[in-house]
């Protein structure tokens, strides 16, 4: 029994306190701490938050050996508190109160103790022990002080970009989940409360709140919503966030938001497959069917309306929606999209998915259950066209034209005038242009073009696709001849059959255009043949250049010749030797060039005539052979023609011009 009254008055030996026991340990209010705390080791003895801001008091209580007047001396985290007095309340009371101000607690560990000391004791108590341990957590989950900054939940990445429809609800087991970003200040027992709200309005609706267990601290956090809480918010863009209270209730802000786009209620189920014809008419979307373009039907529905959208995906490749408009509605096909062919060289050869979404404002209407399924084969010599805007594939190289006679360091595609009648050589290049890699195949076909000509087509074998060789073939030459002078264009096609589908299809490929120049003898005047002679105009029962002719001028006749035109040049070259058959030397001063006589509308009917002037043909005294030829000139050369010859016989000329080379005696 503790001592009565007189005890404050009774005089104390100095050792009364020094021999009592080690106090006991204090205490707190059960109130003072948070509930639901058990099973959460590193939680124990967690204050209660909602007494952030007050003191916290601390129960001591009072055995037999102290009384009023005698000193408590409370020490927290090392830290005395100031002296207490015992109180005669609190000696009545058995029960001293200390308090621990509200200035001294932040989050954090506390250990408490605190000993006796008496006036008439030479020596204070020992500490008491076992410490009291608390722990202060009064700052929220998230940055200090009042638990911002929480990240948005973090849904799958399509989601958030697309939104939910209803049927991808369905895949999902009718959940829609998110992961909660790690956070500061997490800890065991932290209770996630995730909620969704339509920004347009409305209230929240919540999902199932997720406490972190015991020993989870940075473990994934992922919080659930169910078909039915999503039905709830309704359709539209709607933010999902989340608060997370700590086992202390501390509350955080709301988190930022993540947005999606519901359409879970409008959806329409019953949208059908579209439709290729292309593929529908032969089974497979080939070269020439890509660069149409391919189109895409899409099939009416009586739900959508005018101003919902169509987006079309062909594979992975997704297209610019198409609005439909009210003329669309009831039509079938109610759209036809054209795909470009860089979508669907793109994704590559083999089956192909194809399909649409459709949209009303911001949100999913669905999509057909079931894609339509699309072979489709590009497969051409030199792959797929990079650059379909071009009317040939830039993935294959040019070919090369090189004259007959043509070494190394010569120009190529160039064929001059002296081999333009013999065959040249068109080489295919074996490599891609862009990539180095084989452009063939065994059993491509190839066929070749000089201007608008196919002259020559074959296959490439086996041994063509070990040799990895150009291919040389020859270019005739009366190909060459038939489009004459001029630049004209060299390329070839490359065909590709396409497997497995019957009536056979091939995808054909183009190669760049080379330009070849060309100085042809077709183009020359007698079109690569020898030219007509020239004729003497005499009689033909006295055929000679007697003395009157001469005289007169000897006219001289250049007949029509192949490709003769308006603005052809001619000229005539005139020569003779003497004797009467023409076995002496030249007669130099019968020698005439005559002026170059342009060719007119008539001359291209009729030919050309020219005069020998006397002054020449005089000269030819007394007996001689004379030689004509002419030289006919076009845009693309000059032709000399074969020379003709008539014997002239003179010595009818009494006074015949003095030539100092003149044989004497005549030579006969």
């Keep these: 029994m503790k001592p009565g009254l007189y005890h404050r008055y009774k005089v104390r030996s100095p050792s009364a306190a020094a ?6 340990a204090p205490t707190l209010n059960q109130a003072d701490y948070a509930p639901g705390t058990a099973g959460f080791d590193t939680m124990k003895g ?26 408590v001396i409370v020490t927290v985290n090392n830290q005395a508190l100031p002296t207490h007095t015992i109180t005669d309340a609190e000696f009545d009371a058995d029960l001293i109160n200390v308090p621990i101000p509200s200035a001294m607690l932040v989050d954090g560990q506390y250990n408490v103790t605190y000993h006796y000391y008496s006036p008439f004791s030479l020596t204070p108590s020992p500490e008491s022990n076992p410490p009291l341990v608390f722990q202060v957590k009064f700052t929220p989950p998230g940055d200090p002080p009042d638990g911002e900054n929480l990240g948005a939940p973090v849904f799958a990445e399509a989601i958030q970009a697309s939104g939910l429809t209803s049927p991808q609800l369905t895949q999902m087991g009718d959940k829609l ?64 966030a989340y608060t ?32 290729v014809p292309a593929f529908t008419a032969h089974k497979v979307i080939d070269e020439d069917d890509a660069r149409k373009p391919v189109l895409v039907s899409i099939p009416p529905n009586a739900k959508l309306l005018a101003g919902d959208k169509i987006v079309l995906t062909w594979g992975t490749a997704t297209l610019p929606e198409v609005v439909i408009q ?50 489709v084969n590009l497969d051409q010599p030199g792959g797929p066209d990079p650059d379909p805007t071009k009317p040939y594939n830039t993935n294959l190289g040019a070919p090369t034209v090189r004259p007959s006679g043509w070494q190394p360091g010569d120009a190529e595609n160039v064929i001059p005038l002296a081999a333009s009648n013999a065959d040249a050589t068109f080489i295919v290049p074996w ?92 183009s020359l005047p007698g079109g690569g043949q020898p030219l007509p002679p020239a004729s003497f105009d005499v009689p033909a029962d006295n055929p000679y250049i007697t003395y009157d002719r001469a005289k007169a001028g000897v006219k001289i006749i250049v007949p029509t010749y192949v490709n003769i035109a308006v603005g052809d040049t001619v000229i005539i ?94 030579i006969r």
Aim: include cysteine.
């Design 19 to 24: 021999a009592d026991a080690i106090p006991v």
């Design 46 to 71: 967690l204050i209660n938050g909602n007494l952030k801001g007050q003191d916290l008091i601390l129960n001591i209580g009072l055995d037999n050996s102290w009384f009023p007047g005698d000193q």
């Design 177 to 240: 989940t998110a992961n909660v970003p790690s956070y500061n200040n997490s800890r065991e027992g932290d209770t996630i409360q995730a909620q969704v709200t339509l920004q347009s309005g409305g209230a929240a609706v919540l999902a199932q709140s997720v406490q972190v267990p015991p020993g989870g601290e940075g473990t994934a956090i992922v919080v659930t919503f169910t078909r039915a809480e999503l039905t709830q918010v309704g359709d539209g863009l709607a933010e999902f």
């Design 244 to 275: 997370i209270t700590d086992l202390a209730g501390n509350v955080s802000k709301l988190s930022h938001v993540a947005v999606i786009d519901l359409f879970i209620t409008s959806f329409i189920d019953d949208l059908q497959p579209p439709e």
């Design 326 to 375: 009210a003329g669309d509605l009831g039509q079938t096909p109610m759209l036809q999209i054209a795909v470009p062919y860089l979508d669907i060289a793109g994704e590559g050869n083999g089956t192909i998915p194809v399909n649409y979404e459709a949209r009303r404002a911001s949100g999913s209407l669905g999509s057909p259950a079931n894609p339509l399924q699309v072979l």
């Design 431 to 522: 490599l891609t242009a862009t990539s180095n890699t084989d452009a063939f195949q065994a059993n491509d076909s190839v066929d070749l073009y000089y201007g608008t000509d196919k002259f020559d087509s074959f296959t490439i074998t086996a041994q063509d696709v070990t040799a990895k060789q150009d291919i040389v073939r020859p270019l005739p030459a009366q190909v060459i001849q038939k489009y004459g002078s001029g630049a004209f264009v060299a390329q070839y096609v490359g065909s590709r059959n396409i497997p497995n589908i019957t009536p056979q299809l091939q995808n054909s490929a183009t190669s760049p255009p080379q330009d070849v120049t060309v100085a042809s003898g077709a």
């Design 573 to 666: 070259e005139f020569t003779a030797k003497w004797g009467a058959k023409g076995t002496g030397p030249d007669i130099d001063l019968a020698k005439y060039t005559s002026p170059a006589s342009t060719v007119g509308p008539d001359n291209v009917t009729n030919g050309l005539s020219f005069t020998l002037p006397p002054d020449n043909a005089l000269y030819l005294y007394p007996f001689c052979v004379a030689y004509v030829t002419y030289t006919a000139t076009n845009k693309t050369g000059s032709v000399t023609s074969p020379s003709t010859s008539v014997s002239c016989d003179e010595r009818a000329n009494p006074s015949p011009p003095a030539d100092p080379k003149r044989p004497n005696p005549p």
